[in-house]
C-alpha cells in the first residue's frame, strides 16, 4: 500500500469515530429498537361511560332549553328535569350568568352550555 492510500483510510476512519461519537442520543431508530417511542403510541381512546354521560348530558340541556324557549311553567320544567335524572342520571341547574348544566348523579358537571 502506497502512503497515500494509508492517509486516505486513516482519515475516513477518524471521521466515522468523529461522527459515531458525536451522533445523536435519543433518534428515532434508536427508540424504535428499545420498544417503541411515546410519540408513535396509539391516541387515546374516550372512556364509554364518560362519553355516554356526555351526550346525555348535551341532550338533556337541549330539551331543558327547547322547553323553556316554548315557555313552559316552572311545574313543568321540574317534571322535566326529574324525567331526565331518573332515565339518564342527569340533571340540568340554571347557572347564575343564566346558561345551562348537566351534572350527573355524583354531582359532576358533564355537559355545559356555551
Same mark, same amino acid.
Given at each position: 500500500?502506497?502512503? %497515500? &492510500?494509508? !492517509?486516505?483510510?486513516?482519515?475516513? =476512519?477518524?471521521?466515522?469515530?468523529?461522527?459515531?461519537? &458525536?451522533?445523536?442520543? /435519543?433518534?428515532?431508530?434508536?427508540?424504535?429498537? !428499545?420498544? =417503541?417511542? !411515546?410519540?408513535?403510541?396509539?391516541?387515546? &381512546?374516550?372512556?364509554?361511560?364518560?362519553?355516554?354521560? %356526555?351526550? $346525555? =348530558?348535551?341532550?338533556?340541556? %337541549?330539551?331543558?332549553?327547547?322547553?323553556?324557549?316554548?315557555?313552559? &311553567?316552572?311545574?313543568? #320544567?321540574?317534571?322535566?328535569?326529574?324525567?331526565? #335524572? /331518573? $332515565? /339518564?342520571?342527569? !340533571?340540568?341547574?340554571?347557572?347564575?350568568?343564566?346558561?345551562?348544566?348537566?351534572?350527573?348523579?355524583?354531582?359532576?358537571?358533564?355537559?355545559?352550555?356555551?
Amino acid at each position: 500500500m502506497d502512503g %497515500q &492510500t494509508k !492517509k486516505l483510510l486513516i482519515v475516513v =476512519g477518524i471521521a466515522v469515530l468523529v461522527l459515531w461519537f &458525536t451522533k445523536p442520543k /435519543n433518534n428515532m431508530v434508536d427508540s424504535m429498537r !428499545k420498544g =417503541g417511542s !411515546k410519540k408513535l403510541d396509539a391516541p387515546k &381512546t374516550l372512556d364509554s361511560k364518560l362519553a355516554q354521560e %356526555q351526550h $346525555e =348530558g348535551t341532550v338533556g340541556i %337541549q330539551a331543558m332549553r327547547s322547553a323553556i324557549a316554548n315557555g313552559e &311553567t316552572k311545574k313543568e #320544567l321540574d317534571k322535566l328535569n326529574r324525567m331526565l #335524572l /331518573n $332515565e /339518564n342520571g342527569i !340533571k340540568v341547574y340554571v347557572m347564575s350568568n343564566g346558561k345551562l348544566c348537566a351534572r350527573n348523579r355524583k354531582g359532576k358537571t358533564v355537559a355545559k352550555e356555551k
